[in-house]
């Protein structure tokens, strides 16, 4: 079967590859120059938290997403199983009981094990919550890496390119375009992201930490040599421009109050983008004709783009 893949975003990449192993021709078409380029998943935190996300998220997020991590794994280097850390400030203890209610799969730690799992905080903080099974990824290498794979696997990219401007010569189309789909998925919202990567010079964590802050929740995701992704906002609306002061005061002062030392790193990059959800926050994938559309992954999108991708599949092999 030719399948033409529309967008090469992680949704697209992801299901790119599941057509290329069961041995589909692929052509993946995308506006971008580059790989991640115009693309909201380059701006993701890349965890692989399926428990976590039940806290805020549906049954459903929670059993998809617990096929990620294996998924990953088989398909890029750098996954990193080392579970999830959720703190708070002591005063702030009733958001941790509230998290743990809402959530399954985690190990009450006290402040001997944190400081044992992350040696920089030690000593600051008595009681947390650990999600061993939990993992994470760089974004960024994953999604060039799947598109190296994908390209030795035969597969064509045409980088660059407007869907509508070219004939798409395929059996079946599968349109993974986030938010400029809404010409045909009109009931798509945006959600505004915002993130900072920031270095320091004295820590470096070794596993996503979640801190339960008052007014803004916070992660923070460790990119290796004291680089970390911090992150990050949900605001309703598609605006893509720079970072707002307020997210950047709210982002900033959380990352201090879990540690001091973060006042004195460097602000690598601020980065803002828009990602696509359905008014219930969950993906969806339908068929059309010859058309299946994969879209409003939300803030899952390296969490439940593999299961999407598989029923991307099995979509596009049902007779129609």
Not at 4 to 24: D, K
Not at 35 to 55: D, F, K, T, V
Not at 98 to 121: C, H, K, Q, W
Request: proline share 4%; net charge negative.
């Amino acid at each position: 079967m030719r399948v033409a893949i529309i967008g090469a975003g992680v949704a697209g990449l992801a299901t790119a590859t599941e057509f290329a192993e069961q041995g589909h021709d692929v052509t993946l078409i995308a506006r971008g120059s580059a790989i991640g380029e115009n693309c909201c998943s380059w701006y993701a935190g890349g965890m692989l938290a399926p428990w976590c996300e039940g806290e805020s998220a549906g049954e459903q997020v929670i059993r998809l997403g617990q096929q990620a991590v294996g998924w990953w794994e088989r398909h890029v280097s750098g996954v990193r199983r080392r579970g999830t850390l959720v703190l708070c400030q002591g005063r702030d203890m009733a958001e941790l009981h509230r998290f743990a209610r809402r959530t399954e799969a985690s190990e009450v730690v006290d402040g001997d094990r944190i400081d044992e799992l992350e040696p920089d905080l030690a000593g600051r903080f008595r009681q947390g919550l650990f999600f061993a099974d939990e993992g994470h990824l760089d974004p960024r290498k994953a999604l060039v890496e799947l598109a190296q794979k994908l390209r030795e696997q035969g597969a064509i990219f045409r980088l660059g390119v407007d869907a509508g401007d070219v004939a798409l010569d395929a059996d079946i189309t599968i349109d993974c375009r986030g938010l400029a789909a809404r010409d045909r998925l009109p009931d798509l919202r945006g959600v505004r992201g915002e993130m900072l990567v920031i270095r320091s010079r004295d820590l470096n964590l070794s596993r996503p930490v979640r801190f339960l802050h008052p007014r803004i929740p916070l992660y923070i995701v460790p990119r290796g040599e004291g680089v970390h992704m911090v992150g990050a906002t949900m605001i309703e609306g598609d605006r893509r421009a720079h970072i707002s002061v307020r997210s950047t005061l709210e982002l900033l002062s959380a990352a201090y109050a879990l540690h001091p030392a973060f006042g004195e790193a460097e602000i690598l990059e601020t980065g803002v983008d828009a990602r696509p959800a359905f008014p219930d926050n969950l993906p969806r994938v339908q068929r059309c004709g010859n058309t299946v559309y994969v879209n409003g992954l939300y803030r899952h999108g390296y969490l439940l783009s593999p299961a999407i991708a598989h029923m991307a599949v099995a979509a596009a092999s049902t007779p129609n």
